[in-house]
């Protein structure tokens, strides 16, 4: 299984575009790299996923090099509701196993 | 749409008894995961199922057991209560990624155990 690892925690102004890194060295052939986010007291909620390149939705876009051994999940211009934890989850769609690392606490002020 | 549905939402217990948290997929899910979080904490895999067969366990205590039943509900069964088992429960599920569908996990709203 993928190991990832990213920030602990990152603090933003409101307005501002935040990006979040995750690495994953070992990612395997067959996983994708998928986003989540995390209210407190609610469960984790999809936000984006991608394999390779830079796949872009409305609330996120995912950047993944070559490599695939990183990926930057960018939100533009953040508000204070997107505060919350961020999780990066390698993940080959039918994964029976699916671990999730340390998350990145993001703090959005005025 | 559908979501997620687990019961109950709060559940309080003395050390030592026993506890059953249901979770109900959503419709034409094929697998459902169980997660435990707590305080402060990332969520921690406990058990998966697919189709109705156990699939795999992560960090799952022995006091622990959970099933899915035919018509796809899952129930987790925690046994001698320990105080150190007061989180979130969080059920999850999904149907396998295809042409179709991207395998994103669909999470409920979580159970969440106190136990006293």
């Known amino acids: 299984l993928a190991k990832t690892t990213q920030p602990i925690s990152m603090d933003s102004y409101e307005g501002q575009e935040v990006n979040i890194t995750c690495s994953h060295n070992?990612?395997?052939?067959?996983?994708?790299i998928t986003w989540y986010q995390q209210f407190p007291s609610q469960g984790p909620r999809f936000i984006i996923q991608?394999?390779?390149t830079k796949v872009t939705n409305e609330v996120a876009s995912l950047f993944i090099p070559a490599d695939r051994k990183s990926s930057t999940l960018s939100l533009p211009r953040v508000s204070l509701s997107d505060t919350a934890v961020y999780y990066c989850?390698?993940?080959?769609?039918?994964?029976?196993?699916?671990?999730f690392g340390t998350g990145t606490r993001l703090q959005v002020t005025l | 749409a559908a979501g997620v549905i687990q019961s109950p939402r709060h559940l309080i217990k003395e050390k030592r008894e026993t506890a059953t948290l249901k979770c109900y997929p959503i419709?034409?899910?094929?697998?459902v995961y169980w997660y435990q979080q707590g305080p402060g904490q990332d969520p921690q895999f406990l058990i998966s199922?697919?189709?109705?067969?156990?699939?795999d366990k992560g960090s799952i205590p022995d006091r622990f057991s959970a099933q899915q039943f035919s018509d796809y509900h899952s129930e987790l069964n925690m046994s001698s209560l320990e105080l150190g088992d007061s989180a979130l429960y969080f059920c999850?599920?999904?149907?396998?990624?295809?042409?179709?569908?991207?395998?994103?996990?669909?999470f409920g709203e979580g159970s969440r155990l106190t136990v006293l």
């Open positions: 999850a599920s999904r149907r396998r990624a295809g042409t179709t569908d991207t395998g994103e996990l669909f």
């Open positions: 070992n990612i395997a052939t067959n996983d994708y």
């Open positions: 991608g394999y390779k």
């Open positions: 989850l390698p993940d080959t769609g039918t994964a029976s196993k699916l671990t």
């Open positions: 419709p034409r899910h094929d697998t």
């Open positions: 199922f697919y189709e109705k067969m156990q699939s």
